[in-house]
């Protein structure tokens, strides 16, 4: 048994059909949530830590609960299940393709129908999760790169079943309290050692049987009530849009800069899981973006038109200063990912060339060959994949809007960018997916210019195989610390791809017939960013002075990515308060009503962790009423959809005062 992980039986079934349920029901809940948070702001999350959660709370009312490794595969079948929007690009290429211009990009509107997006989606579903397998072993069990939100995971289910954690204490995942680890006292004696060590072992079980039991006793009731209010605020702003829309700073602000307030409690949670430093960035970005650069850009009459206006107006405008922003920190953040996995290929390389001078290594897999999915089904799977996915690629879109070769060519470089992606997202964290994405869109306007159609579809497909690798790899990282069978995590990974495939298409179809995608309600940002840069591969044209705020804000970034590389690699207790190039990015494209929701839902994590502490239970209480805040708004949405569906709408506009609600006719 390797240091680190927990010594738990495995003679219980694993993959049992309770443990696959509970997550693919998980995981279609966080599928629409995920779609609709998506399509509002361009930000997903994985959620695998409140998939646990929900997976122990439902376990509960069954007459046999699920032991740790069955969560495991609950949480990872739901995670799979979950991200699938962004995997298939239902909130970024596929909102692009419906952008596209006769004029400008040489292609009609692309709109697909359910069974087209269906095909889509099967085109791309599986390649990654038959990555993941070879991916775990290099980076899991070999490099044993970290994996934070993977061994987070682990650790709470680990306090949840009163097992030792695997790991750092969950306690310490947000990093506030990085500094008070230090005995201020010095201890001088071997005893006094030995006493603080008891003390510490004594506060540890204590703290955790506080945390199982607040879970257990007050868990559901925090979930409910959570649940209740962000979906009773969510019914409310569906009648009555104000309550979504407020002119925070007054009616003219609201109505003609889009500065105004949405106190939805989804956000709030969406805050306190993303943590005060992340939230911290985006508002910083916000700031610059929305209350610089938007009236700089309209009274000097570069973007002369609405504010938000994504063609002529500021919005349109400051956008391609946050794709410059996104390009370089994730380009700076991918350089020591990419100098340290040359260096390992060059060792490995000399010590083929060199075998008397190596040292005999030795296979640090510790799982039994029949817990382990085989090395022929990776293969036969990955090149099946392939095939498939290149012929749906080729039926749904036709010889027209990509050639069949630019889609091999889209495989084979989303399973050399995922090597980044997951060793980037094992060391920092952080899926640097939009990065990926953009070198993706570079190489290929390089093989194949001028078709901005190729393009998108080629970048999508390529950035989806290293964003599902990197996330599934987060969720066998907590499996191998707690001893699960990665081939019951595989299955669970495949069925939970195979059912986000029908939901996700059936979501997206859902939202397309009751809105307009990109629109008011739904403005898919993320759409916006991978047709600006195809268009910009193309024509090489920018917007007014554009150019030279990209360049001032690329350098800015590059550096601060650098400083902030450079802090997490020496373990610098402050680097996490260094500004997020992504997160800053993302502030420019959601408008300011998103960010000071999620502002304020930092400002309670940092409040509650500062004021409150950590113990009885205090960290795992805090992500239960996240989580309810951010499913309520997601699950009331759903039926908010039927309803808009069925042609039943808004009561009453009173409060707005005409164009401050999105999609409001005034």
């Excluded at 629409?32 to 999350?45: A, K």
């Excluded at 070198?439 to 190729?454: C, D």
């Excluded at 017939?513 to 920018?542: C, E, H, K, M, N």
């Excluded at 400002?603 to 209480?621: A, C, N």
Aim: with cysteine; net charge neutral.
């Amino acid at each position: 048994m390797r240091q680190g992980r927990a010594e738990v039986p495995s003679s219980q079934p694993e993959f049992t059909l309770p443990a696959v349920t509970i997550g693919l029901l998980i995981g279609s809940l966080l599928c629409f949530t995920n779609l609709y948070f998506g399509l509002q702001t361009g930000w997903i999350s994985m959620m695998s830590l409140q998939s646990a959660l929900l997976g122990f709370l439902i376990s509960k009312l069954l007459p046999t609960p699920l032991s740790p490794q069955q969560l495991i595969v609950v949480q990872t079948t739901a995670v799979a299940t979950g991200t699938m929007p962004l995997a298939a690009g239902f909130v970024g290429i596929l909102p692009a393709l419906g952008l596209l211009e006769e004029e400008k990009d040489g292609s009609p509107p692309i709109h697909l129908s359910w069974i087209s997006a269906v095909g889509w989606s099967c085109s791309v579903a599986f390649f990654g999760v038959f990555l993941s397998p070879p991916l775990r072993k290099q980076a899991i069990i070999e490099e044993e790169l970290a994996f934070p939100s993977g061994t987070a995971t682990a650790q709470l289910i680990s306090v949840l079943y009163q097992q030792p954690p695997p790991g750092p204490s969950l306690r310490r995942r947000a990093g506030y309290r990085a500094l008070d680890t230090e005995d201020p006292l010095g201890s001088t004696s071997v005893q006094g050692v030995e006493i603080d060590r008891d003390t510490q072992e004594i506060t540890t079980e204590i703290e955790t049987r506080d945390e199982r039991e607040v879970i257990q006793q007050e868990g559901w009731l925090d979930l409910a009530y959570s649940f209740l209010a962000s979906g009773v605020m969510t019914f409310a702003a569906y009648f009555f849009p104000v309550v979504f829309a407020v002119p925070l700073f007054g009616k003219y602000l609201a109505r003609e800069w889009l500065w105004s307030f949405t106190p939805s409690l989804s956000y709030v949670g969406q805050g306190i899981i993303m943590g005060f430093p992340t939230t911290l960035s985006m508002n910083l970005g916000m700031l610059v973006g929305w209350g610089l650069l938007s009236p700089l850009s309209k009274w000097a009459a570069w973007a002369p038109g609405p504010v938000g206006d994504m063609a002529t107006g500021a919005r349109g405008w400051i956008l391609w200063v946050s794709l410059a922003i996104m390009c370089a920190d994730s380009l700076v953040s991918l350089l020591p990912v990419c100098q340290s996995y040359i260096a390992k290929l060059l060792s490995s390389y000399r010590a083929l060339k060199h075998p008397d001078d190596s040292v005999q290594v030795t296979s640090a897999e510790d799982e039994t060959p029949d817990r382990l999915v085989p090395a022929s089904w990776v293969a036969r799977g990955l090149i099946m994949s392939i095939l498939l996915g290149t012929l749906l690629v080729w039926l749904v879109f036709g010889e027209e809007g990509i050639k069949t070769w630019a889609t091999l060519v889209g495989f084979v470089l989303g399973g050399l960018l995922s090597i980044l992606g997951v060793r980037a997202l094992g060391e920092t964290d952080l899926n640097p997916v939009s990065g990926l994405g953009k070198i993706s869109q570079l190489f290929f306007a390089w093989i194949q210019p001028g078709n901005v159609v190729a393009n998108i579809i080629a970048g999508g497909v390529a950035e989806a195989g290293a964003q599902q690798a990197g996330d599934l790899m987060q969720d066998l990282k907590a499996g191998h610390l707690l001893h699960a069978s990665p081939k019951a995590q595989f299955y669970g990974q495949l069925i939970g791809s195979s059912l986000s495939i029908i939901v996700s298409a059936t979501a997206f179809n859902l939202y397309q017939r009751a809105y307009t995608i990109p629109g008011p309600s739904f403005p898919a940002p993320t759409a916006y960013v991978w047709l600006s840069l195809a268009r910009l591969l193309r024509d090489g044209q920018l917007p007014d002075k554009t150019g030279l705020f990209m360049l001032v804000f690329a350098l800015l970034f590059a550096v601060t990515a650098g400083i902030k590389v450079i802090a997490i690699r020496r373990g610098h207790p402050y680097a996490r308060w260094i500004p997020s190039g992504v997160a800053f990015a993302i502030g420019f494209l959601n408008t300011p009503s998103f960010s000071i929701a999620r502002l304020i839902g930092g400002l309670v994590e940092y409040w509650y962790h500062r004021r409150k502490g950590t113990t009885s239970g205090g960290d795992i209480r805090l992500i239960v009423i996240a989580s309810g805040f951010v499913l309520g708004e997601g699950v009331v949405s759903v039926l908010t959809l039927i309803l808009r569906t069925l042609g039943i709408g808004v009561i009453s506009c009173w409060g707005c005062g005409g164009g401050i609600c999105p999609g409001c006719p005034a």
